[in-house]
């Protein structure tokens, strides 16, 4: 990877915020992490803080993951890929079945995950975009 992509993480556990941010830094991603949707909103309002990905949590402390996702499009500038991850939801949920059918998340990955899931799926994501 010539320029590291960055990566923001919106989890409310802060051991996955530094698992996912550990395995993605070594992976030659950067990235930048926040605990609530309102700190991610904070985040993207600032276009100089680009992301080229963002992994959203589907339950925050503050708001749904579904209902982020919705008010990033919204609120923000922020046409980045997202990418829900969930020990909530399964895949086969409809409410995870409809943003990935209305493309309002790229992807979809259930908690625990593996390193190579997930490392998988967002080199999916990326190369689409």
Request: include cysteine; proline fraction near 2%.
């Amino acid at each position: 990877m010539s320029e590291r992509q960055m990566v923001l993480i919106v989890d409310d556990e802060l051991d996955v915020c530094w698992a996912l941010s550990t395995l993605l830094r070594q992976h030659g991603f950067a990235t930048a992490t926040v605990t609530s949707g309102a700190e991610a909103l904070r985040w993207l309002a600032h276009p100089e803080q680009a992301s080229q990905l963002i992994l959203i949590d589907a339950k925050l402390g503050d708001i749904d993951g579904a209902d982020l996702a919705k008010r990033i499009r919204a609120e923000t500038s922020c046409i980045s890929p997202m990418i829900m991850v969930s020990g909530y939801f399964y895949k086969d949920d409809s409410l995870v079945q409809e943003m990935l059918r209305t493309s309002l998340i790229a992807a979809f990955v259930t908690k625990p995950f593996h390193h190579d899931e997930i490392l998988k799926t967002i080199r999916v994501v990326l190369s689409a975009e």
